[in-house]
């Protein structure tokens, strides 16, 4: 095999001069959250590295996790796939179709046999019956593509968590990647979907760094995952004001305040839409007055509903309203204890009477 | 004899479409199947959940068409609740319904049919001063020197030098089908990559309004976004200029790239006919100048052509039993225990998932049988095409003005009669057409709502009917749009607060339908048969017509 | 009452044999104890630290309780509206529950400790069958069923197991799941790695919470009964169990504790 190009090579190659490549680097290094003093490095990593074979599979998915892949501002998406990765087979951009389009993929696996990623967007069934792709079992595929590669990255809510496909009853057994690969390196970049730039910029952390970044204890990346919404939210501050919008358009909701009682779950999301913002940095669910309801959150599709904050029974589908539950527990027992009293009054009474007599 | 060829995955599309079809030695296609291989299941999974969250889960049916679910649903429940929204939220809507459709069309043509008809290897063998004449010749578009399109060309001789061709790879290069000269090769392949950074800006308009794209956020009720232009966190002037001047670039990108670019590789492909299909056109109709109930204030009327009729448009009623049904004799469904035999209109749809297709990994679908995880609806027992070709067709037959005379304009400048819209080519151009109207109409709804803040009007959210409690026990509501895709409803039976029953049939599910209870095919079955194949180990005619539709498979099974 | 057929110790050297039950068959300690009346003595049952962990404890819950609720719910709102800055509402309500979990965790660790050096009524052993005897006997007894319930004079087994589950693991619960929360904005500190292993008994955050909250309402049950309960026993056997809250004595019968002090 000849020797492949480097991103750098590739980059100037495309007509980009040395000077948009570098801005093009300290983009990407802004985006990995470095120090502009560190974008040297990804310089450097980019002038000597080769395009990243990707081969994206998609499941159980709604493409949503692909559209927003390719909104991606820094980087854009065409020095992306122009220049950083090599996206071998993706079934929405893929020019061949058909019994080419396999053999795209089954190439990789013969020519990148442990250096190409493996981007997986959606849930995958255990039964066959619920997706197969070209006559094959979508399961069989994941693991023969996932057996060969030098890691797996899951985006998007369906194949880190199940998604939306697993929400309840799970019509079709869906599950999370991990069910399936063990030995494999897998990163989940959850969320429903997540940022474009988050997606972009794990790809961009292992070509410039020539490994996986570090992980929580769930298996995200700590550089997008690290804090929730709620610590970095720009509503925070009427959070802890006590200033709360009660409704939709009324004057709160003009003001900014918090929206934690229409119901927002800012509070146990981990995320960056506050942070990175969506789109370019234009705005995120809560800025633009919509409670976030925890897209990027395990089984987030079944932990109530989106506008009144609410607890889940632990261990069962059910969410109720705690307060509600409690002082009406709380009551019932009030209501017994004054019950039991009276009989222990009256019972003591007799008692009593009776032992006089004995006497 | 007949051959069976199969095409699966057909890649540019999204989710999963598997084409079965059968030619004859001659190469002609005499039959085809239309499979979707994948489901979810998600009108079961919002069973039981609060009305007023199920646009959230029902708008992951599709992230490529991200708003259109969870505009359907949420005017389904006010629908059902009787909820009347404020004329701003009906705009903002509207405006980002219009957004997702020049997003949706654009994307189409350039990253999922384009590839169809232009070879992007020959590309690599133009002149680009040629090139640069050529474009400069159909538009005033700015990118436009040779020393522009030498950059482009440079870029795709350096990638496929490379050996890592990426997308590109294996792709139906040199095809005979391909008739475009090596420049215009090289003006598309420009717009590509061009189009693939302009469709990040577009979608910036339902970040604004709805804080993320893919899939911004909707409310039942209106539109949570407050419009205030005198608070700092509200849509104040700032952010309306900032959709305002997105919406004045989309228009721009629309009528100085993608239509000169649409006609003039049209132009190349004129004797191109096939792909016509069925003739039977549906629409529900949208963008309303009032309110959605005000069907007669429709810039896209309502109406059914049947037969290619256009002296007779039939109204459609949504709610009326016999109007849409819904067959499963050739999908993996059951209805009421059974294999099929009958339909069931959406009120008392049922989704009962019953695989008996072949274990994996097959070579063919048992096509005599169920096939596909698609149902079938159908309008009186009757199938039906939906989508750009078929609202120009009703809108035209309609007698639509605005319609008319984009039609008339276009056909008579690539010197074509109004039946050459019935082919695959027509409906990639119908689309071209809409996609004019549409961010036209989004310039005028935008002014619209200018107009309405400046009247002091900034009201989004109608709040009286928020709590379940004031909802009646038992409430059925349909929400219809027409989506980029075609005529899109959600059916929802509300009882107790909870969603009891919830049917979604998609633009996708009526074109590629399988085949019924009378066995009568589908739109994508019914274009694809006739056409001839150049050769069958490259499907690149079954890729156009096919793609000529925008598939959407997450969208037609959900 | 006949003596217990069970592979028991006798509590020795009492002159006068009290009922065996529970509460002295194993624990062979001796109380100290001061005669009052002629038939009944005062005995010291809870400590100092016993009873200020009593009074710390409730009154740690009922203000976590206050401020907790209001998290989850601010049912009211602040006083000044418009602008955050003049408003920390919500940061007192948290700043409160705060300051008073670390209150209350330190008292309850206190308590743990002492479980191990306090005096017999201080502990807590129910891997012995005779103890969930007397347990079924004390539930008998507050069903108004014929009554065969010992006399204890420290806590009833039923009282003992409702502060084991309750009370104390009711504590674990909330003290494990809030200190995750209170740490998780700041993951990388040595404090949050210390709790980073709760989630996989409770969950990711959301399930964290619920727990959290649902756990602050089974204190609430609880004090409605404990409270109850501890004003009846105070009524039916005029032993001063709420006063002894207050000061350590309790007035016992002579044979309930044993004669040998009382000199
Ligand atoms: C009996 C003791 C306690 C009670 C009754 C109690 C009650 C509550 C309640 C009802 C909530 C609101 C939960 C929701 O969001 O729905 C809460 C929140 C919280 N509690 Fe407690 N709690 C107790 C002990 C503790 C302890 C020991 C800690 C340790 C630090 C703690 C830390 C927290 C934290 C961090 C929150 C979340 C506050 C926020 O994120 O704004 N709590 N508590
Ligand atoms: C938040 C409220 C309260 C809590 C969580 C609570 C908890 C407890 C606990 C854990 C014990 C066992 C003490 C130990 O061995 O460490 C206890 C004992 C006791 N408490 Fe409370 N308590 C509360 C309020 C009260 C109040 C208001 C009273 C009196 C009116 C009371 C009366 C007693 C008595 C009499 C005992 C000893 C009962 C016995 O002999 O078993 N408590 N309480
Ligand atoms: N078919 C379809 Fe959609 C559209 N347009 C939805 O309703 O694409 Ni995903
Ligand atoms: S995570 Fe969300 S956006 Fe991505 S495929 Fe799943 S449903 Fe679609
Ligand atoms: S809006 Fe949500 S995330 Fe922001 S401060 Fe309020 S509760 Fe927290
Ligand atoms: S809903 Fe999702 S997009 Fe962000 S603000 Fe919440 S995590
Ligand atoms: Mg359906």
Same mark, same amino acid.
């Given at each position: 095999?000849?020797?492949?190009?480097?991103?750098?090579?590739?980059?100037?190659?495309?007509?980009?001069?040395?000077?948009?490549?570098?801005?093009?680097?300290?983009?990407?290094?802004?985006?990995?959250?470095?120090?502009?003093?560190?974008?040297?490095?990804?310089?450097?990593?980019?002038?000597?590295?080769?395009?990243?074979?990707?081969?994206?599979?998609?499941?159980?998915?709604?493409?949503?996790?692909?559209?927003?892949?390719?909104?991606?501002?820094?980087?854009?998406?065409?020095?992306?796939?122009?220049?950083?990765?090599?996206?071998?087979?993706?079934?929405?951009?893929?020019?061949?179709?058909?019994?080419?389009?396999?053999?795209?993929?089954?190439?990789?696996?013969?020519?990148?046999?442990?250096?190409?990623?493996?981007?997986?967007?959606?849930?995958?069934?255990?039964?066959?019956?619920?997706?197969? *792709?070209?006559?094959?079992?979508?399961?069989?595929?994941?693991?023969?593509?996932?057996?060969?590669?030098?890691?797996?990255?899951?985006?998007?809510?369906?194949?880190?968590?199940?998604?939306?496909?697993?929400?309840?009853?799970?019509?079709?057994?869906?599950?999370?990647?991990?069910?399936?690969?063990?030995?494999?390196?897998?990163?989940?970049?959850?969320?429903?979907?997540?940022?474009?730039?988050?997606?972009?910029?794990?790809?961009?952390?292992?070509?410039?760094?020539?490994?996986?970044?570090?992980?929580?204890?769930?298996?995200?990346?700590?550089?997008?995952?690290?804090?929730?919404?709620?610590?970095?939210?720009?509503?925070?501050?009427?959070?802890?004001?006590?200033?709360?919008?009660?409704?939709?358009?009324?004057?709160?909701?003009?003001?900014?305040?918090?929206?934690?009682?229409?119901?927002?779950?800012?509070?146990?999301?981990?995320?960056?839409?506050?942070?990175?913002?969506?789109?370019?940095? *234009?705005?995120?669910?809560?800025?633009?007055?919509?409670?976030?309801?925890?897209?990027?959150?395990?089984?987030?599709?079944?932990?109530?509903?989106?506008?009144?904050?609410?607890?889940?029974?632990?261990?069962?589908?059910?969410?109720?309203?705690?307060?509600? *539950?409690?002082?009406?527990?709380?009551?019932?027992?009030?209501?017994?204890?004054?019950?039991?009293?009276?009989?222990?009054?009256?019972?003591?009474?007799?008692?009593?009477?009776?032992?006089?007599?004995?006497? | 004899?007949?051959?069976?060829?199969? @095409?699966?995955?057909?890649?540019?599309?999204?989710?999963?479409?598997?084409?079965?079809?059968?030619?004859?030695?001659?190469?002609?296609?005499?039959?085809?199947?239309?499979?979707?291989?994948?489901?979810?299941?998600?009108?079961?999974?919002?069973?039981?959940?609060?009305?007023?969250?199920?646009?959230?889960?029902?708008?992951?049916?599709?992230?490529?068409?991200?708003?259109?679910?969870?505009?359907?649903?949420?005017?389904?429940?006010?629908?059902?609740?009787?909820?009347?929204?404020?004329?701003?939220?009906?705009?903002?809507?509207?405006?980002?319904?219009?957004?997702?459709?020049?997003?949706?069309?654009?994307?189409?043509?350039?990253?999922?049919?384009?590839?169809?008809?232009?070879?992007?290897?020959?590309?690599?063998?133009?002149?680009?001063?040629?090139?640069?004449?050529?474009?400069?010749?159909?538009?005033?578009?700015?990118?436009?020197?040779?020393?522009?399109?030498?950059?482009?060309?440079?870029?795709?001789?350096?990638?496929?030098?490379?050996?890592?061709?990426?997308?590109?790879?294996?792709?139906?290069?040199?095809?005979?089908?391909?008739?475009?000269?090596?420049?215009?090769?090289?003006?598309?392949?420009?717009?590509?990559?061009?189009?693939?950074?302009?469709?990040?800006?577009?979608?910036?308009?339902?970040?604004?309004?709805?804080?993320?794209?893919?899939?911004?956020?909707? @409310?039942?009720?209106?539109?949570?976004?407050?419009?205030?232009?005198?608070?700092?966190?509200? @849509?104040?002037?700032?952010?309306?200029?900032?959709?305002?001047?997105?919406?004045?670039?989309?228009?721009?990108?629309?009528?100085? @790239?993608?239509?000169? +670019?649409?006609?003039?590789?049209?132009?190349?492909?004129?004797?191109?006919?096939?792909?016509?299909?069925?003739?039977?056109?549906?629409?529900?109709?949208?963008?309303?100048?009032?309110?959605?109930? +005000?069907?007669?204030?429709?810039?896209?009327?309502?109406?059914?052509?049947?037969?290619?009729?256009?002296?007779?448009?039939?109204?459609?009623?949504?709610?009326?039993?016999?109007?849409?049904?819904?067959?499963?004799?050739?999908?993996?469904?059951?209805?009421?225990?059974?294999?099929?035999?009958?339909?069931?209109?959406?009120?008392?749809?049922?989704?009962?998932?019953?695989?008996?297709?072949?274990?994996?990994?097959?070579?063919?679908?048992?096509?005599?049988?169920?096939?596909?995880?698609?149902?079938?609806?159908?309008?009186?027992?009757?199938?039906?095409?939906?989508?750009?070709?078929?609202?120009?067709?009703?809108?035209?037959?309609?007698?639509?003005?605005?319609?008319?005379?984009?039609?008339?304009?276009?056909?008579?400048?690539?010197?074509?009669?109004?039946?050459?819209?019935?082919?695959?080519?027509?409906?990639?151009?119908?689309?071209?057409?809409?996609?004019?109207?549409?961010?036209?109409?989004?310039?005028? +709804?935008?002014?619209?709502?200018?107009?309405?803040?400046?009247?002091?009007?900034?009201?989004?959210?109608?709040?009286?009917?928020?709590?379940?409690?004031?909802?009646?026990?038992?409430?059925?509501?349909?929400?219809?749009?027409?989506?980029?895709?075609?005529?899109?409803?959600?059916?929802?039976?509300?009882?107790?607060?909870?969603?009891?029953?919830?049917?979604?049939?998609?633009?996708?599910?009526?074109?590629?339908?399988?085949?019924?209870?009378?066995?009568?095919?589908?739109?994508?079955?019914?274009?694809?048969?006739?056409?001839?194949?150049?050769?069958?180990?490259?499907?690149?005619?079954?890729?156009?017509?096919?793609?000529?539709?925008?598939?959407?498979?997450?969208?037609?099974?959900? | 009452?006949?003596?217990?057929?069970?592979?028991? /110790?006798?509590?020795?050297?009492?002159?006068?044999?009290?009922?065996?039950?529970?509460?002295?068959?194993?624990?062979?300690?001796?109380?100290?104890?001061?005669?009052?009346?002629?038939?009944?003595?005062?005995?010291?049952?809870?400590?100092?630290?016993?009873?200020?962990?009593?009074?710390?404890?409730?009154?740690?819950?009922?203000?976590?309780?206050?401020?907790?609720?209001?998290?989850?719910?601010?049912?009211?709102?602040?006083?000044?509206?418009?602008?955050?800055?003049?408003?920390?509402?919500?940061?007192?309500?948290?700043?409160?529950?705060?300051?008073?979990?670390?209150?209350?965790?330190?008292?309850?660790?206190?308590?743990?400790?002492?479980?191990?050096?306090?005096?017999?009524?201080?502990?807590?052993?129910?891997?012995?069958?005779?103890?969930?005897?007397?347990?079924?006997?004390?539930?008998?007894?507050?069903?108004?069923?014929?009554?065969?319930?010992?006399?204890?004079?420290?806590?009833?087994?039923?009282?003992?197991?409702?502060?084991?589950?309750?009370?104390?693991?009711?504590?674990?619960?909330?003290?494990?799941?809030?200190?995750?929360?209170?740490?998780?904005? /700041?993951?990388?500190?040595?404090?949050?790695?210390?709790?980073?292993?709760?989630?996989?008994?409770?969950?990711?955050?959301?399930?964290?919470?619920?727990?959290?909250?649902?756990?602050?309402?089974?204190?609430?049950?609880?004090?409605?009964?404990?409270?109850?309960?501890?004003?009846?026993?105070?009524?039916?056997?005029?032993?001063?169990?709420?006063?002894?809250?207050?000061?350590?004595?309790?007035?016992?019968?002579?044979?309930?504790?044993?004669?040998?002090?009382?000199?």
């Amino acid at each position: 095999m000849k020797r492949q190009k480097t991103v750098y090579e590739a980059a100037i190659d495309h007509g980009f001069s040395r000077r948009d490549f570098l801005k093009m680097c300290t983009a990407l290094a802004a985006a990995l959250g470095l120090e502009f003093t560190q974008s040297e490095q990804v310089v450097k990593a980019m002038e000597t590295k080769t395009r990243v074979p990707v081969v994206w599979l998609q499941f159980q998915d709604c493409t949503g996790c692909s559209e927003s892949f390719i909104r991606s501002s820094q980087p854009k998406t065409e020095s992306v796939l122009l220049e950083m990765i090599s996206l071998e087979y993706s079934e929405v951009l893929s020019a061949p179709s058909g019994h080419q389009a396999e053999t795209s993929m089954k190439q990789v696996l013969k020519n990148y046999k442990g250096e190409y990623i493996l981007a997986v967007e959606g849930s995958i069934p255990d039964d066959d019956a619920f997706l197969t *792709v070209g006559g094959q079992s979508a399961k069989a595929t994941f693991l023969e593509m996932a057996a060969g590669a030098k890691a797996i990255v899951a985006y998007g809510s369906c194949s880190s968590w199940g998604g939306i496909a697993a929400a309840h009853p799970n019509p079709t057994g869906a599950k999370p990647v991990t069910s399936f690969v063990k030995d494999t390196p897998t990163i989940l970049v959850p969320g429903c979907p997540p940022i474009a730039e988050v997606m972009t910029g794990v790809i961009a952390h292992i070509i410039t760094f020539g490994k996986l970044p570090e992980l929580d204890q769930f298996g995200r990346p700590k550089a997008f995952y690290r804090h929730r919404i709620h610590d970095k939210c720009n509503r925070r501050a009427y959070f802890d004001a006590g200033l709360f919008v009660e409704n939709f358009d009324d004057e709160g909701a003009k003001q900014g305040y918090c929206l934690y009682k229409v119901g927002c779950k800012g509070p146990t999301t981990y995320n960056s839409c506050a942070e990175m913002r969506w789109n370019g940095g *234009v705005s995120y669910p809560i800025q633009s007055g919509n409670p976030c309801f925890g897209c990027s959150e395990k089984d987030f599709w079944d932990n109530g509903p989106f506008y009144t904050r609410r607890a889940k029974i632990p261990g069962t589908q059910t969410t109720i309203n705690p307060d509600n *539950v409690g002082l009406a527990v709380v009551g019932l027992a009030a209501a017994g204890v004054t019950v039991h009293a009276a009989g222990t009054v009256i019972k003591k009474k007799l008692d009593d009477k009776r032992g006089e007599e004995h006497e | 004899m007949s051959e069976r060829i199969v @095409v699966d995955p057909i890649t540019r599309i999204e989710g999963h479409l598997r084409v079965e079809v059968d030619i004859d030695e001659k190469g002609v296609i005499k039959e085809a199947y239309s499979s979707g291989t994948s489901v979810r299941g998600l009108e079961l999974i919002v069973k039981d959940r609060d009305p007023r969250d199920v646009w959230a889960y029902v708008q992951r049916i599709c992230g490529v068409c991200t708003t259109v679910h969870a505009l359907t649903s949420i005017r389904a429940v006010e629908d059902a609740l009787k909820i009347k929204i404020p004329r701003n939220a009906h705009l903002i809507r509207d405006i980002m319904n219009e957004a997702q459709f020049v997003h949706d069309h654009v994307v189409h043509f350039y990253h999922l049919h384009a590839l169809d008809w232009v070879d992007v290897v020959s590309a690599t063998k133009a002149d680009p001063a040629e090139t640069s004449k050529i474009a400069q010749s159909i538009s005033s578009w700015l990118k436009s020197s040779p020393g522009y399109f030498t950059d482009v060309q440079n870029k795709v001789k350096k990638l496929i030098e490379s050996g890592q061709l990426g997308l590109f790879a294996n792709g139906y290069w040199g095809h005979k089908a391909y008739k475009l000269p090596p420049e215009v090769n090289l003006l598309a392949v420009a717009h590509y990559l061009e189009a693939l950074d302009w469709q990040k800006e577009i979608v910036k308009i339902h970040t604004i309004f709805g804080g993320k794209n893919p899939h911004p956020h909707y @409310v039942v009720g209106g539109m949570a976004t407050p419009l205030d232009i005198n608070s700092d966190n509200g @849509v104040h002037a700032e952010r309306l200029m900032h959709v305002s001047q997105l919406i004045d670039q989309a228009r721009e990108f629309v009528n100085q @790239v993608y239509i000169p +670019d649409l006609l003039a590789i049209g132009s190349f492909y004129k004797d191109w006919t096939y792909g016509g299909g069925l003739n039977n056109y549906l629409c529900y109709g949208d963008f309303s100048t009032g309110d959605i109930y +005000d069907t007669k204030l429709y810039r896209m009327p309502r109406g059914i052509v049947l037969n290619g009729n256009l002296n007779e448009v039939l109204d459609i009623d949504l709610k009326d039993p016999k109007h849409i049904q819904e067959y499963i004799d050739h999908s993996w469904y059951t209805y009421d225990g059974e294999d099929g035999g009958k339909g069931k209109h959406p009120f008392e749809g049922e989704t009962t998932l019953n695989y008996t297709g072949p274990k994996a990994p097959f070579k063919t679908l048992d096509t005599n049988k169920q096939y596909s995880w698609l149902k079938a609806p159908r309008f009186k027992e009757h199938p039906m095409e939906t989508g750009p070709l078929a609202r120009m067709i009703v809108g035209y037959a309609s007698g639509k003005e605005e319609i008319v005379n984009i039609v008339d304009d276009t056909l008579k400048k690539l010197d074509l009669p109004i039946a050459a819209l019935q082919s695959a080519l027509g409906r990639t151009v119908a689309r071209g057409l809409e996609t004019v109207l549409i961010s036209g109409w989004l310039r005028n +709804d935008m002014d619209a709502l200018l107009k309405n803040i400046k009247s002091g009007n900034q009201s989004t959210f109608d709040r009286t009917k928020w709590e379940p409690s004031t909802w009646p026990e038992r409430a059925k509501g349909v929400g219809w749009m027409e989506a980029p895709r075609g005529a899109l409803g959600h059916w929802i039976d509300i009882e107790k607060g909870k969603t009891k029953n919830y049917q979604a049939v998609v633009p996708t599910t009526w074109n590629a339908s399988p085949r019924d209870h009378k066995n009568t095919i589908g739109a994508y079955e019914a274009a694809l048969k006739g056409t001839p194949m150049l050769n069958k180990e490259e499907p690149l005619e079954i890729m156009r017509i096919i793609h000529s539709f925008d598939p959407c498979l997450a969208c037609a099974v959900h | 009452m006949g003596a217990p057929k069970l592979p028991i /110790q006798t509590p020795g050297p009492f002159p006068e044999i009290p009922a065996i039950n529970s509460e002295n068959s194993y624990h062979k300690d001796e109380p100290i104890i001061y005669t009052t009346m002629e038939n009944d003595v005062k005995v010291y049952v809870w400590e100092l630290p016993v009873r200020l962990y009593h009074w710390i404890n409730a009154a740690a819950i009922i203000l976590l309780m206050v401020t907790g609720i209001y998290i989850g719910k601010p049912f009211a709102g602040a006083g000044i509206p418009e602008e955050a800055y003049y408003s920390n509402l919500m940061g007192w309500a948290r700043y409160i529950h705060f300051f008073t979990a670390f209150v209350f965790t330190a008292a309850f660790l206190y308590r743990m400790y002492w479980c191990f050096v306090g005096n017999k009524f201080a502990k807590f052993n129910p891997f012995r069958w005779v103890f969930w005897k007397d347990t079924f006997h004390t539930i008998k007894f507050y069903l108004f069923l014929k009554n065969k319930k010992p006399h204890f004079v420290g806590h009833n087994p039923l009282a003992l197991l409702s502060y084991w589950i309750f009370n104390y693991l009711g504590s674990v619960i909330v003290i494990l799941t809030g200190f995750f929360m209170y740490f998780e904005p /700041q993951k990388e500190t040595i404090w949050a790695k210390m709790f980073a292993w709760v989630p996989y008994i409770f969950g990711n955050s959301f399930t964290m919470r619920s727990w959290h909250h649902l756990t602050a309402w089974a204190f609430m049950l609880f004090i409605v009964l404990h409270v109850y309960l501890a004003f009846r026993d105070d009524y039916l056997e005029r032993c001063g169990s709420i006063s002894s809250l207050f000061t350590g004595y309790k007035t016992e019968p002579k044979k309930a504790v044993g004669e040998k002090h009382d000199k």
